[in-house]
Every structure is written in C-alpha cells, then in structure tokens.
Nanobody, 116 residues
Framework: VQLQASGGGLVQAGGSLTLSCAAS????????MGWFRQVPGGPRELVAT???????DYVHSVKGRFAISRNKPEATVYLQMNNLKPEDTAMYYC???????????WGQGTQVTVSS
C-alpha cells in the first residue's frame, strides 16, 4: 500500500486547509485510515481516523474544528481543518493500518504551518 498526501501549506490563525490522502496498491487490506501529526522532537500523535469498525476518532484538541471524511471505494481520506491555531503547526502524515499481519503504512508527510 502506498499513500500520497497533499494539501498542506501556510495559513493564518483562524484559516482553513484541507488535506487529502490517496491510497494505491492492495487497498483492500486497509482496515483503518486517517491522519497523524508530529512536531520536531515530539511524538507522532493521532489527529483523526476511521477505525476498523468505521467509527471516527479525533484527538480532543481538534474536536469541533477538524472533520475527517473519505471516499471508501477510492481509498481516499480527507481532513478538513477549520479555525486553525498555531499549535496545529506540524507535519501531517497519512496513515493506514492492515490487521493481518499488523502493518502500518505511512505517507510522506505534508507540512501545515499556522501563523499567529
């Protein structure tokens, strides 16, 4: 599985961005798909994801501001980010998970920078 992410950029606080991630390859193995983010020197944290049970999980800090959506037949996920804050500045990574065997797939990362 290969993941191609796009849509990052520089935006002022309060602005919006939409990230896109398209999976290719054997996408039928994908059980969960979503977004993580990481700041330099920090851990990679979950932002939003569709779980294996088609539920949606968000990190608390983005609830009400970010929305994840998908086109399941095309194995594409989107992250609509509204009311962006400087603390949302990070490298955002698309992620997919295969249960059998347990494997994580990562996209190349797309930088989101929010200026105050």
């Amino acid at each position: 599985v290969q993941l191609q992410a796009s849509g990052g950029g520089l935006v002022q606080a309060g602005g919006s961005l939409t990230l896109s991630c398209a999976a290719s390859g054997t996408t039928s193995v994908i059980a969960a798909m979503g977004w993580f983010r990481q700041v330099p020197g920090g851990p990679r944290e979950l932002v939003a994801t569709f779980t294996r049970n088609d539920q949606v999980d968000y990190v608390h800090s983005v609830k009400g501001r970010f929305a994840i959506s998908r086109n399941k037949p095309e194995a594409t996920v989107y992250l609509q980010m509204n009311n962006l804050k400087p603390e949302d500045t990070a490298m955002y990574y698309c992620h997919a998970f295969d249960w059998t065997p347990p494997l994580d797939y990562w996209g190349q990362g797309t930088q989101v920078t929010v200026s105050s």
